[in-house]
């Protein structure tokens, strides 16, 4: 079994940066594919950035797209999302993901991941 644990949320104002965590522990493997995902109060959860095993194939969400870097550290079994140039709609809470049955896939919806954190709040002021 895998766990998830988020880091690094909080509060910024418009045009901030922050960088987010997930430290993964338990029956980790670093072939994993990783993902961050954000949820909005009343919205539907949103695919933010996806990583393969290795870093060297990710995606991004279109609003995402030149502003947020997804990476990983496979000796640390840690991912990170650094954000930056954050604007208001960026609020949410962020949660990383794994798919630890090994698909393999860049997915971009959340049923190509089996393995979720509880979730940081990323809240970003006006």
């Known amino acids: 079994q895998v766990q998830l644990v988020e880091s690094g949320g909080g509060l910024v104002q418009a045009g901030g940066s922050l960088r987010l965590s997930c430290a993964a522990s338990?029956?980790?493997?670093?072939?994993?594919?990783m993902g961050w995902f954000r949820q909005a109060p009343g919205e539907e959860r949103e695919f933010v950035a996806t990583?393969?095993?290795?870093?060297?194939?990710?995606d991004y969400g279109n609003s995402m797209k030149g502003r947020f870097t997804i990476s990983r550290d496979n000796a640390k079994n840690t991912v990170y999302l650094q954000m930056n140039s954050l604007k208001p709609e960026d609020t949410a809470v962020y949660y990383c993901?794994?798919?630890?049955?090994?698909?393999?896939?860049?997915?971009?919806?959340?049923?190509?991941?089996?393995?979720w954190g509880q979730g940081t709040q990323v809240t970003v002021s006006s």
């Open positions: 338990g029956r980790t493997d670093s072939r994993y594919v």
């Open positions: 990583i393969n095993w290795s870093g060297r194939s990710t």
């Open positions: 993901a794994a798919d630890v049955s090994g698909r393999g896939i860049l997915g971009t919806s959340d049923r190509a991941y089996d393995c």
